[in-house]
Each structure stands twice: as structure tokens, then as C-alpha cells.
């Protein structure tokens, strides 16, 4: 192991890292804990100027409750989950059908056929704007959550065909040729020996396409506008010129908005750095 | 009906290898050729052309290219900005490493500790760039709070002002990014053969020696996708500008996504030709790196099944 472990070092060190640690935390979150606090101060602090001394008071509900009964919040953070969770589902229906292709056929175009999605995946979203965007238009789904979720699922799907074909190439490949003696048929293949074998490899796709697509901003404004479709990404911006230069609301809304995919990395992290860190050990 | 359905069978029954692989093909690949293989050729196609959008396109030729290259100011401080962009970005690989090496220990709580290291790359690039704009925020702000304590007073606040904006915006698209590379160099040192340390061990290699000659040759891939992510999050820069300055001061920290954007749908007007050629560029200088990342994932593939 490397570093030392600390268990073998002198005491004195081993006692300043244990207060090294939460120090550390402490500087590296500071930010967020600043903004955690600002979203229970009384708006009277701000005009006061006491910006980071202690709150004068706890106003966690009011300023809370404000986000979500006198705006717009909840609708946007709606649109969200019709857009994440659509998204998330058609991401994994495409892409284990294509990872399985690719993952255990042999067949001219295979390699190929998998850079394509690979490279896609790296373009910058910019070459891609004006036609999606036009493309879009012409379905009649610009500013719907439909021609987001469109776009996502499409897009998305070069990353997981890449994440999915590699699981499904580490499987035992015995097991699918002796389905193949004993005769079954190809898609029985798929359904019921490769599926369930990929439970791990879904579980960690959910939760990163749930974080990227709740996260993502740029398709945000350039296929929606208005509270009617656009998600909360988007929405933290018309909020914050509703209350401009309130810091406290902006600060709940921001949390509000931040926090699904926080819950989600909290609730499934094995699986969420599994998938982030795949291919980082060979 | 009833004498084809027969053959048909038998024909994909006799086929059955070769056609399955692109039936479960077909609907992603044309999903993904419709929204992101054919839109790339498209945008090259409308570089070529003056367009509102709207109405119809008119043939221009390499015009738009030629406004660009030739002494367009926006273009160029854009192209500079996304230059610093890709260098400064890559300080979150050092910084990952550093913080996965503090961290790479097994006492009491360190998941959680590892856990909220990580957490800033959760939360998104929106929520991160407010952040940073209020702990920026002149006067009133804690980072110009702290640096006053110090004696340093940046004029007009570290966004305000155009020597130091970019700078800013970089440092806060830093905090996640260095998240994502500790957590990859986590998993990598978890995979560190305890077998070759210790020999080195044994052989009086220790410290920096050992980091440098033992431990980062084996974090190779772990490099690797750190460089991947770190090259496409730097040239990817949008959210943070958009939300921290909206391009300004005095257009001081566009890049060339964000300047894209505005040249094609902004107040600014719709001009999609031009637009489309900002984006060729970017691709342009994307795509050195994309044939680099392909040649090298290449490499891998050649070996055997």
C-alpha cells in the first residue's frame, strides 16, 4: 500500500493527520458551507452586511418554504424528473442491446461501428447545435421535454454503448456458447443469461446518466424555454432574477436544486464511482 | 402469407449470428447517427453559409472562415481563453493525485471523508459556478474577505475585473474536476500490487522515489481517463462562463463554446453560418485530441479476445 499506512507511523503523526482530516474537509467544502449557511439567514443580515458572521436568526422554513410555495421551483424541479428519468430508461434499452452486439458478436464493422459511438461521445456539443436544434424544430418539439429527452437518449448513448459493451466483454463467454450448443436462440440469449448478469452495469449507468442529464444546462437553453419544459438547471436562473440580490433564497434554490443527484450519489455511491472509475484499473 | 413465413425463419434461422448483432444495433445506431454523426457534417455544411435560422441559406463559400481567421477579436481572445482553459485544467490531475494520496488511508470514517472530497463533482456545473460568483463576489464576498486580511484587494472583485475573471471561472471549474481525478486515482491505488511495493520497499525506495518510479507507472490508466476527462471538461467550459459572467467583463472570458452560443442565439441575433464555423474550429482542435485518446483505446482493442 502506498502511502505508508498511518497505523505504522509515529503517534504524533498519526494523531496530526486524525485533525489534518476534518480541517482539510473543512477548506476543500468551504463554498458549499457557505452557502448552506446563507440559505438559513434572515434576509436582514444581507442588508446588514453581515455576510459570514453567524446567522441572526434561523430561518431555514421561511427561506425554504419560500423556494417552494412562491416560485417557480417545483415545476421546474418536475421537468427535471420527466426529463432525467424518460432518459435514463431509453439510454439503458439502446445501449445494452447495442453493447451486447458489439460485446460478443464478431463481425466486420464491429470496431468501428463501436469508435463511431466512442468518438461521438467526445465531440463538443457546440457542432452539434445548430442541426439538432434545427432538427428539433422541425419535429414540432422545440421547447418540449420530448425533444430533450430525444437528444439526451441519443447522445447518452454513445457513452453507455462504450460502458456496456466493455461490462459485457469481461462476462465468462463460455456461458453464452453453451447456450448457443444447447440451442437456444439469440435473443433468448440476451434477455435471460446476459441481462441479469449486467445488473451491476445498469445500476452504476442509472445513477451517472440520472447525474449528467439533472446537471446538464447547455440543451437545456438551447431546446426549452419558459417553466413549462425547461428543467431546474435553467430554472435556477430565471429564480435568481426574480430574487436578485436576495442571497438567501438563491442560495435555498440552489441547494433545492442541487440536491437530487447529491441523494442519489449518497444512496448508490458503490455503484456511481464503479461506473465513473471504469477502465482507471486494467 | 402462409408459404413465406416459413422460409423467412429458415433464412434467419441460418443467419441467425450474422444478422442478430445488427438488429440490436439498429435503433441506437440510427438514433445516434440521426442526433450526433450526421449534425457534425451538417455544421460543416452550414460553416459555408450565412443563415438567420429561419429563412433560406445563402452560399458564402470559406467567407465566414476568412472573417474568423482574419482579425476577428472576439474569436481571438476566445481561442486564448480556451488555450489557458486546457493548461490550467490539467492542474486537477496533479491535485487529484495529491489529495487520493492524503487520503489513501484506512482510518476511522475515512469513506465519508472520501465521500464528501468527492461530492462537489456531484452537484452541477450551474449550482457550482453561483457558488463561486457569490464566494467571489467584491467586498461582500469570503474569498475577497480572506484576501483583504492578507493586504490584497483585487479591483472591481476576481470576476469583476478582466485580468482575473477567467482565472476565477478556471479555479471553480477546477474543484470538481480535481474531484473526478482523486476518485479515479483512489480506485488506481487501490489496484497498486502491495507485492512490487514492498520489494521496493525493501530495495530503500521510498517517498517521492517511490511515487515517481513505482506507483505512477502502475496508475497509467488512471491517468489516462483522468487526461480523457480533463482535455474534453476543459474544452467543454460553458456553464460556468454562462452563469459566473455571461462572457463579459468587456468579453474578457468568452471561449470559443460560449462565443458559439452568442454569435447564434443570443439577443445578439441568429447567425448560424458564423456560428457553425466557431464550432468547426472547436471541433477542429477537439478532434487532436479525440484521435489521440481513439489511437491510444485502439491499442488496447488489437489484443486478443
Not at chain 2, 483522468?226 to 460553458?238: K, M, N, Q, W, Y
Request: glycine content about 8%; overall charge positive.
Amino acid at each position: 500500500m502506498f502511502p505508508k499506512p498511518i497505523e505504522k507511523s509515529s503517534r504524533s503523526w498519526q494523531i496530526t493527520y486524525q485533525m489534518l482530516l476534518p480541517v482539510a474537509l473543512i477548506v476543500w467544502l468551504l463554498p458549499l458551507i457557505a452557502v448552506a449557511i446563507f440559505s438559513i439567514k434572515p434576509d436582514a443580515d444581507f442588508v446588514n452586511g453581515n455576510y459570514w458572521g453567524l446567522p441572526s436568526s434561523f430561518e431555514f422554513f421561511t427561506n425554504y418554504g419560500k423556494v417552494f410555495f412562491e416560485s417557480d421551483m417545483p415545476r421546474y424541479l418536475w421537468n427535471s424528473v420527466l426529463i432525467t428519468v424518460p432518459t435514463v430508461i431509453g439510454c439503458i434499452i439502446l445501449s445494452s442491446m447495442t453493447g451486447f452486439a458489439l460485446g460478443v458478436y464478431k463481425f466486420r464493422g464491429n470496431l468501428l461501428t463501436f469508435f463511431m459511438f466512442i468518438a461521438g461521445n467526445f465531440v463538443p456539443f457546440q457542432i452539434l447545435m445548430v442541426p439538432v436544434r434545427d432538427l428539433t424544430l422541425s419535429l414540432n418539439l422545440y421547447d418540449t421535454k420530448l425533444g430533450l429527452v430525444l437528444f439526451h437518449v441519443a447522445f447518452q448513448t454513445g457513452f453507455c454503448t462504450l460502458f456496456m459493451r466493455n461490462f459485457i466483454r469481461a462476462l465468462p463467454f463460455p456461458l453464452i456458447e453453451a447456450a448457443r450448443v444447447e440451442g437456444v436462440a439469440e435473443w433468448r440469449i440476451f434477455v435471460f443469461i446476459v441481462l441479469p448478469l449486467m445488473k451491476p452495469a445498469l445500476a452504476a449507468l442509472s445513477v451517472l446518466i440520472f447525474t449528467f442529464i439533472w446537471n446538464d444546462y447547455f440543451w437545456a437553453i438551447v431546446l426549452t424555454q419558459g417553466p413549462d419544459s425547461q428543467p431546474v438547471t435553467a430554472g435556477i436562473t430565471s429564480f435568481n432574477s426574480q430574487f436578485r440580490a436576495a442571497y438567501h433564497l438563491m442560495s435555498a434554490g440552489s441547494i433545492v436544486a442541487a440536491l437530487p443527484p447529491v441523494i442519489m450519489f449518497f444512496a448508490m455511491q458503490k455503484h456511481f464511482i464503479a461506473g465513473l472509475t471504469l477502465g482507471a484499473v486494467k | 402469407m402462409a408459404t413465406a413465413t416459413p422460409t423467412t425463419r429458415s433464412w434467419y434461422k441460418r443467419n441467425e449470428i450474422a444478422v442478430t448483432p445488427w438488429l440490436f444495433l439498429l435503433p441506437g445506431v440510427l438514433f445516434f447517427a440521426l442526433y450526433v454523426i450526421f449534425p457534425i457534417f451538417q455544421s460543416f455544411w452550414i460553416s459555408f453559409h450565412e443563415w438567420d435560422g429561419l429563412g433560406e441559406k445563402t452560399w458564402v463559400g470559406t467567407a465566414n472562415y476568412e472573417r474568423l481567421l482574419g482579425g476577428d477579436r472576439k474569436f481571438e481572445t476566445s481561442f486564448w481563453n480556451n488555450i489557458k482553459w486546457l493548461i490550467l485544467y490539467l492542474l486537477a490531475i496533479p491535485m487529484g493525485l495529491s489529495i487520493s494520496l492524503f487520503l489513501n488511508q484506512t482510518v476511522r470514517g475515512i469513506r465519508l471523508y472520501k465521500s464528501l472530497f468527492f461530492f462537489p463533482f456531484v452537484i452541477s456545473q450551474v449550482v457550482v459556478g453561483l457558488v463561486f460568483s457569490w464566494f467571489y463576489l467584491p467586498n461582500d464576498g469570503l474569498f475577497d474577505v480572506i484576501t483583504g486580511l492578507v493586504g490584497i484587494d483585487v479591483r472591481g472583485g476576481i470576476l469583476g475585473n478582466p485580468n482575473t475573471a477567467t482565472y476565477g471561472i478556471i479555479a471553480a471549474g477546477l474543484w470538481p474536476q480535481t474531484a473526478y481525478c482523486m476518485i479515479l486515482y483512489l480506485t488506481g491505488l487501490n489496484a497498486v500490487d502491495p507485492e512490487q511495493v514492498e520489494a521496493a520497499r525493501l530495495d530503500g525506495a521510498k517517498g517521492h522515489k517511490m511515487l515517481w518510479y513505482v506507483i505512477i507507472p502502475q496508475l497509467k490508466p488512471a491517468t489516462f481517463i483522468a487526461f480523457v476527462v480533463t482535455i474534453i471538461g476543459a474544452l467543454r467550459s460553458f456553464d460556468f462562463i454562462a452563469v459566473m459572467t455571461n462572457g463579459g467583463p468587456f468579453g474578457s472570458t468568452r471561449v470559443l463554446s460560449f462565443y458559439m452560443f452568442e454569435e447564434s442565439l443570443s439577443e445578439f441575433g441568429f447567425r448560424m453560418g458564423y456560428g457553425a464555423a466557431i464550432a468547426v474550429v472547436l471541433f477542429c482542435l477537439m478532434l487532436i485530441f479525440i484521435t489521440y485518446f481513439l489511437w491510444s483505446m485502439y491499442q488496447d482493442e488489437k489484443g486478443p479476445r
